[in-house]
């Protein structure tokens, strides 16, 4: 059963940094597409960034710049990062981590979210 764990959230202020990780168990990750996805009280789920198993990397046009998603094995359990630098107000939302089979269309493996918080 594959599990997601998410931490790292809290509140900063605009300009700071934070680096949320996901702890990925229970599946073969090496086949996996993952990734960060955020939603935002009154807004729809939107992407964020993606590192699939081939290795190809995605970032929304929002984050781009400032944000780094990264990816460590060791030796049961998969992390996936996601560096937040120069962070503003509009980064505020709840960031979940996702993960999918490379060759479905859409992520089925969801965490419980972390909040991030981002003050003017």
């Known amino acids: 059963q594959v599990q997601l764990v998410e931490s790292g959230g809290g509140l900063v202020q605009a300009g700071g940094s934070l680096r949320l990780s996901c702890a990925a168990s229970g599946g073969t990750f090496s086949s996996y597409d993952m990734g960060w996805f955020r939603q935002a009280p009154g807004k729809e789920r939107e992407f964020v960034a993606a590192r699939w198993s081939g290795g190809s990397i995605l970032y929304a046009d929002s984050v781009k710049g400032r944000f780094t998603i990264s990816r460590d094995n060791a030796k049961n359990t998969v992390y996936l990062h996601l560096q937040m630098n120069s962070l503003k107000p509009e980064d505020t939302a709840v960031h979940s981590c996702?993960?999918?089979?490379?060759?479905?269309?859409?992520?089925?493996?969801w965490g419980q979210g972390t909040q991030v918080t981002v003050s003017v």
């Open positions: 996702a993960a999918k089979w490379y060759s479905r269309s859409d992520y089925n493996y």
